[in-house]
């Protein structure tokens, strides 16, 4: 009778250890995914100008002032979107945080960026970025104000956009 029992009781507490893990490998991906997606920051205004072409929006985390010639802000792009050329003065550092896009320096090949990328822009070189065709792309990008604002060019041509990436 005791050892009736307890096979029960072991039967018992190896059904809910079997129940219990299997309900945490069905619910660990979904909360992993959810966090995963979580952004750290919000994704601030849209951007409404000229200098970009489709959707983006952009999180100032640091304006440069008068001891701080930096700045610092996140963009967002829409599946699509993207800077016209332009340059920058002193360089620009962006570093990808999410999503898939693109960088490209005047005269070289389209480049593919995607999450823990980090692109080192030369100064006063012409270049554009934004996100692929299919995803949305996110970017901390890392601007030296000392010599001068960014200088905007022309819009990045549809063949440009489109052409194979290196």
Same mark, same amino acid.
């Given at each position: 009778? @005791?050892?009736?029992?307890?096979?029960?009781?072991? *039967?018992? !507490?190896?059904? #809910?250890?079997?129940?219990? &893990?299997?309900?945490? =490998?069905?619910?660990?991906?979904?909360? +992993? %995914?959810?966090?995963?997606?979580?952004? @750290?920051?919000?994704? *601030?205004? $849209?951007i409404?100008?000229?200098?970009?072409?489709?959707?983006?929006? =952009?999180?100032?985390? !640091?304006?440069? %002032?008068?001891?701080?010639?930096?700045?610092?802000? @996140?963009?967002?792009?829409?599946?699509?979107?993207?800077?016209?050329?332009?340059?920058?003065?002193n360089?620009?550092? @962006?570093?990808?945080?999410?999503? /898939?896009?693109?960088?490209? $320096?005047?005269?070289?090949?389209?480049?593919?960026?995607?999450?823990? %990328?980090?692109?080192? &822009?030369?100064?006063? =070189?012409?270049?554009?970025?934004?996100?692929?065709? #299919?995803?949305?792309?996110?970017?901390?990008?890392?601007?030296?104000?000392? %010599? *001068?604002?960014?200088?905007? =060019?022309?819009?990045?041509? /549809?063949e +440009?956009?489109?052409?194979?990436?290196?």
């Open positions: 009778m @005791i050892k009736l029992y307890h096979n029960v009781i072991l *039967g018992i !507490i190896v059904s #809910s250890l079997i129940l219990s &893990c299997n309900q945490n =490998l069905e619910t660990k991906p979904i909360v +992993e %995914d959810k966090l995963s997606r979580e952004l @750290i920051f919000e994704k *601030g205004i $849209e409404k100008n000229t200098n970009f072409n489709g959707n983006a929006w =952009l999180k100032m985390l !640091i304006a440069e %002032d008068s001891i701080n010639r930096n700045s610092v802000g @996140i963009v967002t792009f829409e599946p699509s979107s993207r800077t016209n050329w332009h340059y920058h003065p360089g620009q550092i @962006i570093i990808s945080i999410g999503g /898939e896009g693109y960088y490209q $320096e005047k005269g070289g090949p389209k480049n593919i960026l995607k999450k823990g %990328d980090v692109v080192k &822009c030369p100064p006063n =070189l012409p270049h554009w970025h934004g996100a692929s065709e #299919s995803q949305e792309f996110i970017q901390i990008a890392i601007t030296s104000r000392i %010599d *001068g604002p960014t200088v905007w =060019l022309d819009p990045v041509l /549809e +440009e956009y489109h052409a194979k990436v290196n």
